[in-house]
């Protein structure tokens, strides 16, 4: 690790402020960024805290929908959406450790937007809105490729919101090193209308299945995405699995998550 | 009834408390008064010409004392091998220079090129960034085939990446080929034992400290063997006499092999500590323990296995290709020959064995034992053979292997490969297994699992190792550099209280508990008024150290010879006291008697008179207690045992899961059941480890792609079935004085080979009967594509 410094704003202001000057960088759990600096593949001079802003911690449920604070940990997601958004829940009680788990925060995850995490598949599927201080993006417009947003320099994620489905799902292939996704799929479901994500398969980061929406809007059973072919090409290919392997469990998986949506 | 104390108790590991409470003091947290930090630079390319190193601006930084290079250690030893094998054709081994840092050319990612001693470790690291490397790359030799033919060379004066080619044994070569080639059956099997990093717990650690006053060196370091570290960097490396040199290897978090080994950076620290008259202390990172520490297994086999009609054995022939990686570790040349080849006979009548190995250069980090040591190789090959032609045959793959078994009454037995089996009972442990393992509710198990889309499979095997390593004068045959006895000094105190001091080393096995046993036992007195040393050459006699599951077997034979000693001189000193003979004392429950009197004198009251020699026989008997003895062993001993798993796989994603493991071995008679019970349990999970997750896979380039645990699966305890172990079968070593054969490694070797069975049983019975062999690990990914084809 290369010397930096501590900054810890207790306001959104502040934080802005601080992170408008150069060679600064967010830091939320550490849970990836810590690694990163003790491996010396970052040497940010300042760390903008932003554990210190009570606005951006917590759980608020409103009318159809449930707002997360971006600096609220994973442990508090699990067990204050667990009746609100079980799937959601699920995801978070599921990601990493214990220890990651007491630190490592939705709003860390999503502006990492590593290939393999959970969240940016729930963010995707559940067509959440994504705040910063400046302005705010559909999950649609978030998820720009690996490690890649449309955030700009010093710009954060202040909350994400929610939107409630009627039945969702998140089924996690863990890889058997690491345990991120090998292959992730949240599948929601709202007014009839389908959403698929997917996560850890491809080269380009969390994506929607498209035909499998489409036919999963007109009938919501397993077998309704049978026919559908999932091409490898474009799939990532590591020691853990082929591009033919992820392929496939993102059939399965999709396949289970709609067994399992409830 | 259970003892609660001595032979056969389960006492509780005393170490155990300052483990669990954060008070075990290990190498790191040994600091010397104003030690400087050493930071390794390390090649980054597997294989490469080294052009040039600048060390100019790194050696302006403020806090750096000294950079040293490979020219530094021009005049200083190289790392020895500590075993010379002897090829096919009767020539010795290739045997290439070792040095301590890179002279000319880096041979593997890791590979040490500079080092740089500085105030702070975090310093040493900012000033290596500053050095400048000229590396011309090297096209890398990965593969050991490749390896063999014609690949690039990776040591250039030896003219070939052969380290040796051995054959085992020679002359019974032509017999076992045309056994093979008339015998009415034959099963052959292609199969890699993957490359495994250790993964202690604890990362590797040395601090070299010198007195410029007595000019004495210390060493602390964490080995499993730290009179072998003496003897090996003294003599060989840095050439400082033993009574100049001190190696201290204080509490050890895990070793599993690859703390047996002398490494560079101990020879560095030490060597640095004197060029500079200050401490010089090395703690490996996780990443640099990955590229640095000594990997295991990486053997590729051809097994074939020759039978009649009814499934008698009639004859074995293997051929191996055993990775040595870029250097020769200190063991490396040893595990794919004498603690493999010899192994081949397994538990069964074969008559016919012939192993071929050879090993091969590449560049990648050297490989030495892991846990078992060839042993699980073997094992691995011979279970995984036996199952293939039990299949191919349509006998159950029990009956196959009691049809073989060598039968109670064979023993002795002497194996076509040149071991002396003394005693076991195969059919025992096999039909405890078969109740422990219930077998049969096996077919209710199966249907609950067919319910739920699951493919369920039971897998067994028997393993058999030879340990307690191991007669000097035969390993000095078969080219051994070192003896294998094992040495233990006890020192009764004044009051009565014991201290055993032994050669042997623990790092995880419960000595401090176990071995205290043995003499309470002997002595009759508390396990608490017992305390074990170890660890440290200066107080500690000459002894070999921890592997092989050797310590209980060969160094417990050492304490017990060293108590019987001091129970022989005990008596003498009691006979005085009691004016009797010494022929007519008795000795038990520590009390000295004289036969057939009321006469009585207690163990402290002797302990007293031998310190306090006021009434004495001085002018026969020197005062105080205090005896040590050396113990080489007659024969290796040979646990054996036979293990079954049950496993179910998900056949939509290749996912396996272990539902149970359950083991029955024979370790002869046993010191701590409960202690027993833990190393199983270990080597189990361990086995599971190899067998289910973990792999070191290198890329074409010889850059490690599972270097971290972001991709080097490690098992966890969610990984890990609950087990039952029982070793309520024992047949006694007959030749060591205890009667115990040792377990340290048993879980390791026995079961892999039970989960590969197993997982094959699940597919065979799924209708997925194609697939006759999958490579471990079997991840899903493995699994679901062998179901694919
Ligand atoms: C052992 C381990 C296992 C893990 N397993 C999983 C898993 O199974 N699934 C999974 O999804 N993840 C997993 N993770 C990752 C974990 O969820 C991290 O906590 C998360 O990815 C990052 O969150 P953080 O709060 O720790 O972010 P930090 O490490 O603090 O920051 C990460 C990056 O995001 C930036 N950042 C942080 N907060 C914000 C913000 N509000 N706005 C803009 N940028 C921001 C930082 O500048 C940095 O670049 C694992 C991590 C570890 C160490």
Redesign the pocket.
């Given at each position: 690790m290369y010397d930096f410094a501590v900054e810890r704003p207790t306001n959104l202001d502040d934080a802005s402020r601080l992170l408008a000057k150069d060679e600064t960088?967010?830091?939320?759990?550490?849970?990836?960024?810590?690694?990163t600096m003790k491996s010396r593949l970052a040497s940010p001079k300042t760390l903008v805290s932003?554990t210190g802003i009570d606005e951006i911690k917590g759980v608020s449920p409103s009318q159809g929908s449930v707002t997360i604070g971006?600096?609220t940990r994973?442990v508090d997601v699990a067990n204050e959406t667990r009746t609100l958004y079980p799937a959601l829940a699920s995801l978070a009680a599921?990601?990493?450790?214990p220890a990651?788990r007491n630190?490592?925060?939705i709003?860390?995850?999503l502006?990492?937007n590593?290939p393999?995490?959970?969240?940016p598949a729930a963010a995707l599927a559940g067509d959440a809105e994504i705040k910063?201080q400046e302005r705010s993006y559909s999950a649609d417009d978030f998820f720009c490729g690996l490690f890649e947003t449309a955030?700009s320099e010093g710009?954060?994620?202040?909350e994400i919101r929610f939107p409630i489905p009627d039945r969702a799902s998140y089924q996690k292939f863990e890889q058997p090193a690491?345990?991120?996704?090998l292959v992730g799929v949240f599948v929601t479901q709202k007014s009839g209308q389908v959403r698929v994500a997917v996560t850890g398969a491809s080269e380009e980061g969390v994506y929607r299945w498209k035909e499998a929406e489409q036919a999963l809007s007109d009938d919501f059973r397993r077998e309704a995405i049978a026919d559908l072919i999932v091409p490898a090409e474009g799939k990532i290919v590591d020691i853990h699995g082929s591009a033919a392997y992820r392929a496939h469990l993102v059939k399965v998986l999709t396949g289970r998550a709609v067994d399992s949506a409830h | 009834m259970p003892k609660d104390f001595g032979f056969g108790a389960s006492s509780k590991r005393r170490e155990d408390v300052r483990f669990l409470t954060g008070n075990g003091r290990y190498t790191d947290d040994i600091n010397v008064y104003g030690q400087a930090y050493v930071h390794f630079l390390r090649s980054d390319v597997a294989h490469g010409t080294i052009k040039s190193i600048n060390t100019e601006r790194a050696a302006a930084h403020p806090a750096v004392l000294r950079i040293f290079t490979g020219a530094d250690f021009a005049s200083v030893g190289g790392l020895p091998c500590g075993w010379q094998v002897t090829d096919r054709f009767g020539e010795p081994m290739k045997e290439p220079a070792h040095p301590v840092l890179a002279q000319g050319k880096v041979r593997h990612v890791g590979d040490p090129i500079a080092a740089i001693v500085a105030e702070s470790a975090a310093e040493a690291r900012d000033a290596a960034e500053m050095i400048e490397v000229d590396i011309e790359e090297l096209p890398a030799v990965i593969d050991m085939r490749a390896a063999l033919d014609g690949g690039p060379l990776v040591h250039d004066d030896l003219e070939t990446n052969l380290c040796y080619d051995w054959g085992f044994i020679e002359d019974n070569k032509d017999e076992v080929d045309a056994a093979i080639k008339k015998a009415p059956h034959v099963t052959r099997l292609d199969l890699t034992n993957n490359r495994l990093v250790p993964n202690a717990m604890e990362p590797r650690v040395a601090v070299g400290d010198y007195n410029s006053s007595n000019d004495e060196s210390i060493l602390y370091t964490t080995s499993q063997n730290p009179h072998v570290i003496r003897l090996l960097m003294g003599a060989f490396v840095l050439s400082i006499p033993e009574h100049k040199l001190r190696v201290v290897a204080p509490d050890v978090g895990g070793g599993f092999g690859s703390k047996i080994f002398h490494y560079a950076e101990e020879a560095f620290c030490t060597f640095a500590a004197r060029e500079l008259k200050r401490a010089v202390k090395w703690t490996a990172s996780r990443s640099e323990s990955f590229i640095t520490d000594a990997h295991g297994r990486d053997h590729v086999t051809t097994i074939e296995l020759a039978l009649d009609h009814d499934g008698n054995f009639i004859a074995i022939r293997t051929s191996t290709l055993a990775n040595m990686g870029a250097y020769l570790s200190t063991f490396s040349t040893s595990v794919p020959t004498w603690l493999h080849g010899t192994l081949m006979a397994g538990n069964y009548v074969t008559p016919l064995i012939y192993v071929n190995v050879k090993a091969v250069f590449t560049n990648t980090v050297p490989v030495d034992a892991y846990r078992g040591a060839g042993r699980p190789e073997a094992t691995f090959q011979l279970e995984r053979v036996i199952d293939k032609a039990a299949r191919e045959l349509g006998i159950d793959p029990i009956e196959i292997r009691r049809r073989n078994f060598i039968a109670k009454d064979q023993f002795p037995y002497a194996t076509p490969v040149a071991l002396e089996y003394d005693t076991g009972d195969y059919h025992a442990t096999m039909d405890k297994l078969e109740e422990i393992a219930d077998l049969k509710g096996f077919d209710n198990r199966l249907a609950q699992s067919k319910s739920k889309g699951k493919l369920r499979g039971l897998g067994l095997n028997c393993y058999i190792e030879a340990c307690g390593l191991a007669p000097s004068n035969l390993v000095g045959q078969l080219g051994a550099r070192a003896g294998l006895y094992e040495s233990a000094t006890l020192r009764v105190n004044a009051t009565g209280s014991v201290t055993v001091m032994t050669g042997s080393h623990s790092h995880g096995q419960g000595h401090e508990t176990t071995f205290p046993q043995v003499v309470s036992e002997m002595l009759g007195i508390a396990e608490d008024q017992i305390n074990l040393q170890h660890g440290d050459t200066a107080n500690t006699p000459m002894g070999m150290g921890t592997y092989g599951s050797r310590s209980i077997a060969v160094g417990g034979s050492a304490i017990l010879r060293a108590t019987e000693k001091i129970i022989a001189k005990a008596k003498k000193i009691a006979a005085h006291l009691m004016e009797a003979s010494a022929d007519d004392v008795e000795f038990s429950d520590g009390t000295f008697r004289v036969a057939g009197t009321d006469k009585e004198v207690a163990w402290a009251d002797v302990c007293l008179a031998a310190y306090v020699p006021h009434n004495y026989p001085l002018t026969e008997l020197e005062p105080g207690l205090e005896e040590t003895a050396f113990y080489d062993p007659a024969n290796f001993t040979y646990p054996a045992g036979a293990y079954a798993c049950e496993v179910e796989v998900d056949p939509e994603t290749g996912k396996v899961d272990i539902c149970s493991f359950a083991a029955a071995d024979d370790f002869g008679r046993i010191v701590n059941p409960m202690v027993v019970d833990g190393q199983v349990h270990g080597g189990i999970a361990q086995g599971i480890g190899q067998a289910m997750l973990e792999s070191a896979i290198y890329d074409e380039d010889g850059q490690l792609l599972s270097g971290s645990y972001m991709d080097y699966a490690m098992p966890r305890a969610d990984d890990l079935p609950s087990m039952v172990v029982d070793h309520s079968c024992q047949t006694p070593c007959t030749h060591n004085p205890l009667g115990v054969k040792g377990c340290g490694e048993a879980g390791a070797i026995g079961s892999p080979p039970a989960i590969v069975n197993a997982v094959i049983d699940a597919l065979s019975r799924g209708g997925y009967s194609h697939v006759d062999h999958i490579d471990m690990p079997l991840s899903p990914h493995r699994v679901w594509e062998a179901i694919q084809t």
């Amino acid at each position: 690790m290369y010397d930096f410094a501590v900054e810890r704003p207790t306001n959104l202001d502040d934080a802005s402020r601080l992170l408008a000057k150069d060679e600064t960088q967010v830091i939320a759990g550490g849970q990836t960024l810590i690694p990163t600096m003790k491996s010396r593949l970052a040497s940010p001079k300042t760390l903008v805290s932003l554990t210190g802003i009570d606005e951006i911690k917590g759980v608020s449920p409103s009318q159809g929908s449930v707002t997360i604070g971006a600096a609220t940990r994973h442990v508090d997601v699990a067990n204050e959406t667990r009746t609100l958004y079980p799937a959601l829940a699920s995801l978070a009680a599921n990601i990493g450790d214990p220890a990651v788990r007491n630190r490592g925060t939705i709003g860390g995850s999503l502006a990492n937007n590593d290939p393999s995490a959970c969240y940016p598949a729930a963010a995707l599927a559940g067509d959440a809105e994504i705040k910063t201080q400046e302005r705010s993006y559909s999950a649609d417009d978030f998820f720009c490729g690996l490690f890649e947003t449309a955030l700009s320099e010093g710009e954060f994620i202040t909350e994400i919101r929610f939107p409630i489905p009627d039945r969702a799902s998140y089924q996690k292939f863990e890889q058997p090193a690491s345990r991120f996704a090998l292959v992730g799929v949240f599948v929601t479901q709202k007014s009839g209308q389908v959403r698929v994500a997917v996560t850890g398969a491809s080269e380009e980061g969390v994506y929607r299945w498209k035909e499998a929406e489409q036919a999963l809007s007109d009938d919501f059973r397993r077998e309704a995405i049978a026919d559908l072919i999932v091409p490898a090409e474009g799939k990532i290919v590591d020691i853990h699995g082929s591009a033919a392997y992820r392929a496939h469990l993102v059939k399965v998986l999709t396949g289970r998550a709609v067994d399992s949506a409830h | 009834m259970p003892k609660d104390f001595g032979f056969g108790a389960s006492s509780k590991r005393r170490e155990d408390v300052r483990f669990l409470t954060g008070n075990g003091r290990y190498t790191d947290d040994i600091n010397v008064y104003g030690q400087a930090y050493v930071h390794f630079l390390r090649s980054d390319v597997a294989h490469g010409t080294i052009k040039s190193i600048n060390t100019e601006r790194a050696a302006a930084h403020p806090a750096v004392l000294r950079i040293f290079t490979g020219a530094d250690f021009a005049s200083v030893g190289g790392l020895p091998c500590g075993w010379q094998v002897t090829d096919r054709f009767g020539e010795p081994m290739k045997e290439p220079a070792h040095p301590v840092l890179a002279q000319g050319k880096v041979r593997h990612v890791g590979d040490p090129i500079a080092a740089i001693v500085a105030e702070s470790a975090a310093e040493a690291r900012d000033a290596a960034e500053m050095i400048e490397v000229d590396i011309e790359e090297l096209p890398a030799v990965i593969d050991m085939r490749a390896a063999l033919d014609g690949g690039p060379l990776v040591h250039d004066d030896l003219e070939t990446n052969l380290c040796y080619d051995w054959g085992f044994i020679e002359d019974n070569k032509d017999e076992v080929d045309a056994a093979i080639k008339k015998a009415p059956h034959v099963t052959r099997l292609d199969l890699t034992n993957n490359r495994l990093v250790p993964n202690a717990m604890e990362p590797r650690v040395a601090v070299g400290d010198y007195n410029s006053s007595n000019d004495e060196s210390i060493l602390y370091t964490t080995s499993q063997n730290p009179h072998v570290i003496r003897l090996l960097m003294g003599a060989f490396v840095l050439s400082i006499p033993e009574h100049k040199l001190r190696v201290v290897a204080p509490d050890v978090g895990g070793g599993f092999g690859s703390k047996i080994f002398h490494y560079a950076e101990e020879a560095f620290c030490t060597f640095a500590a004197r060029e500079l008259k200050r401490a010089v202390k090395w703690t490996a990172s996780r990443s640099e323990s990955f590229i640095t520490d000594a990997h295991g297994r990486d053997h590729v086999t051809t097994i074939e296995l020759a039978l009649d009609h009814d499934g008698n054995f009639i004859a074995i022939r293997t051929s191996t290709l055993a990775n040595m990686g870029a250097y020769l570790s200190t063991f490396s040349t040893s595990v794919p020959t004498w603690l493999h080849g010899t192994l081949m006979a397994g538990n069964y009548v074969t008559p016919l064995i012939y192993v071929n190995v050879k090993a091969v250069f590449t560049n990648t980090v050297p490989v030495d034992a892991y846990r078992g040591a060839g042993r699980p190789e073997a094992t691995f090959q011979l279970e995984r053979v036996i199952d293939k032609a039990a299949r191919e045959l349509g006998i159950d793959p029990i009956e196959i292997r009691r049809r073989n078994f060598i039968a109670k009454d064979q023993f002795p037995y002497a194996t076509p490969v040149a071991l002396e089996y003394d005693t076991g009972d195969y059919h025992a442990t096999m039909d405890k297994l078969e109740e422990i393992a219930d077998l049969k509710g096996f077919d209710n198990r199966l249907a609950q699992s067919k319910s739920k889309g699951k493919l369920r499979g039971l897998g067994l095997n028997c393993y058999i190792e030879a340990c307690g390593l191991a007669p000097s004068n035969l390993v000095g045959q078969l080219g051994a550099r070192a003896g294998l006895y094992e040495s233990a000094t006890l020192r009764v105190n004044a009051t009565g209280s014991v201290t055993v001091m032994t050669g042997s080393h623990s790092h995880g096995q419960g000595h401090e508990t176990t071995f205290p046993q043995v003499v309470s036992e002997m002595l009759g007195i508390a396990e608490d008024q017992i305390n074990l040393q170890h660890g440290d050459t200066a107080n500690t006699p000459m002894g070999m150290g921890t592997y092989g599951s050797r310590s209980i077997a060969v160094g417990g034979s050492a304490i017990l010879r060293a108590t019987e000693k001091i129970i022989a001189k005990a008596k003498k000193i009691a006979a005085h006291l009691m004016e009797a003979s010494a022929d007519d004392v008795e000795f038990s429950d520590g009390t000295f008697r004289v036969a057939g009197t009321d006469k009585e004198v207690a163990w402290a009251d002797v302990c007293l008179a031998a310190y306090v020699p006021h009434n004495y026989p001085l002018t026969e008997l020197e005062p105080g207690l205090e005896e040590t003895a050396f113990y080489d062993p007659a024969n290796f001993t040979y646990p054996a045992g036979a293990y079954a798993c049950e496993v179910e796989v998900d056949p939509e994603t290749g996912k396996v899961d272990i539902c149970s493991f359950a083991a029955a071995d024979d370790f002869g008679r046993i010191v701590n059941p409960m202690v027993v019970d833990g190393q199983v349990h270990g080597g189990i999970a361990q086995g599971i480890g190899q067998a289910m997750l973990e792999s070191a896979i290198y890329d074409e380039d010889g850059q490690l792609l599972s270097g971290s645990y972001m991709d080097y699966a490690m098992p966890r305890a969610d990984d890990l079935p609950s087990m039952v172990v029982d070793h309520s079968c024992q047949t006694p070593c007959t030749h060591n004085p205890l009667g115990v054969k040792g377990c340290g490694e048993a879980g390791a070797i026995g079961s892999p080979p039970a989960i590969v069975n197993a997982v094959i049983d699940a597919l065979s019975r799924g209708g997925y009967s194609h697939v006759d062999h999958i490579d471990m690990p079997l991840s899903p990914h493995r699994v679901w594509e062998a179901i694919q084809t």
